[in-house]
């Protein structure tokens, strides 16, 4: 190794371009940013959809589907068979789930009881929400469920609903009875209308050579 071989070990770190040193610079009088424009002012930046102001990609699609946004509720969810690790006739809440590590996510989310698997042992479940079937499968282990505020109150009835599927009831009802009557009325009652279409024909009067009507032997006329 020669003494020429000798270098400075690279700097990971590079140094930061300094800007409006000098027309002669290179990147003195405007610093890079150009003259006019939104470009040149400080506290720009592009959006990600900004498409240099066409139509951007997002509004020429078409919208499918919601969201509710800031109405959305997230729960912390636990199922029925990791309760199974506490014991029977036991009172579990948020704190008790949270304490032996069943729950995940922050502690500030509400809890809610899913109903996979099955609960073998019987206990008193606290929580915000919970599935119908896990509320079936712990009241069917011998447990109970106390919901955090109070039970949920029952869904409102929507009356628009069913005045409108009551109205479509009886609309169907009606069309089946006037086709039930229509039906009626073109069935033909039985044996009417047998005798002139398929049944012998009548028996006609046969004139007499002489002009008068001939008659049979027992006196009636042929």
Known sequence: MQLHDVRTASLCKKRRVRVGRGVG???GKTCGRGREGATSRSGWSMKAT???GQM????RLPKRGFTNGPFRV????????ELSAFPAQAKVG???MRKAGLLRGHASLPVKVLGEGELKVALTVVADKFSASAREKIEKAGGKVEWLGGAPRKEAPNFVQAKKLKDRQAAIAAAREEAAKAGEKKAPA?????G???GKPQAKAQKAPGGGEKKDKDGGKK
């Open 25 to 27: 610079s290179g990147i």
């Open 50 to 52: 900004y498409e240099g």
């Open 56 to 59: 951007p990609l997002f509004r």
């Open 74 to 81: 997230t729960y912390a969810e636990i199922n029925v068979d």
């Open 94 to 96: 948020p704190e008790e």
């Open 190 to 194: 039985k044996g009417e209308g047998k």
């Open 196 to 198: 002139d279409a398929k």
